[in-house]
T-cell receptor, first 114, second 114 residues
Framework: KAGVTQTPRYLIKTRGQQVTLSCSPI?????VSWYQQTPGQGLQFLFE???????NKGNFPGRFSGRQFSNSRSEMNVSTLELGDSALYLC?????????????FGPGTRLTVL | QKEVEQNSGPLSVPEGAIASLNCTYS??????FFWYRQYSGKSPELIMS????GDKEDGRFTAQLNKASQYVSLLIRDSQPSDSATYLC??????????????FGQGTELSVKP
């Protein structure tokens, strides 16, 4: 099975711009979660999508949003970028068939905000 | 108190030794616990999942879970230089019995010296 894929792998933006990141989960996985990883805060949960609905949400401002399509692919959008949004954004997929929520990560998108 | 805490690193062990990584968590109802390995510049890779009290062995890796003490650990036997990485402990926080979100510790950096 192919793993989780994310595009683009690297992105450079300037403050105030917006960005859209894409994630394709493992075939058959219906749950997609997004995380932000920074040296200072570590790995932090952004949100989870399941069956095209946001099921869970972390403590991030409304500038961070996402969506999921009928084929389970997901996109994450960050509007009005700030310098502090520079991070590695990781997508993880899960079959979500049990309560255990075993997640597999994609390679990530490294976002740099100048 | 942080939700998931790991012993601070870096942890340095000689090649062939046992590396012991520890993690405590605060959510008493959590049922799913994971260890991820993250090489520098890469995304986290799932190496162990554990759901029941006791030990779970997979090759050179043994995960140990004690729900009463809210403690989970990872032992790496016969450590190799290729095991040098950051090890992340993750706990699934169930939300309304639907999937949930993974909460990560800050990670322990392991260095295996030849």
């Amino acid at each position: 099975k192919a793993g989780v894929t994310q595009t683009p792998r690297y992105l450079i933006k300037t403050r105030g711009q917006q960005v859209t990141l894409s994630c394709s989960p493992i075939s058959g996985h219906r749950s997609v979660s997004w995380y932000q990883q920074t040296p200072g805060q570590g790995l932090q949960f952004l949100f989870e999508y399941f069956s095209e609905t946001q099921r869970n949400k972390g403590n991030f401002p409304g500038r961070f949003s996402g969506r999921q399509f009928s084929n389970s692919r997901s996109e994450m959008n960050v509007s009005t970028l700030e310098l502090g949004d520079s991070a590695l954004y990781l997508c993880a997929s899960s079959s979500s068939g049990t309560i255990h929520n075993e997640q597999f990560f994609g390679p990530g998108t490294r976002l740099t905000v100048l | 108190q942080k939700e998931v805490e790991q012993n601070s690193g870096p942890l340095s062990v000689p090649e062939g030794a046992i590396a012991s990584l520890n993690c405590t968590y605060s959510d008493r109802v959590s049922q799913s616990f994971f260890w991820y390995r993250q090489y520098s510049g890469k995304s986290p890779e799932l190496i162990m999942s554990i759901y029941s009290n006791g030990d779970k062995e997979d090759g050179r890796f043994t995960a140990q879970l004690n729900k009463a003490s809210q403690y989970v650990s990872l032992l790496i036997r016969d450590s190799q230089p290729s095991d040098s990485a950051t090890y992340l402990c993750a706990v699934n926080i169930l939300i309304y019995n639907q999937g949930g979100k993974l909460i990560f510790g800050q990670g322990t950096e392991l260095s295996v010296k030849p």
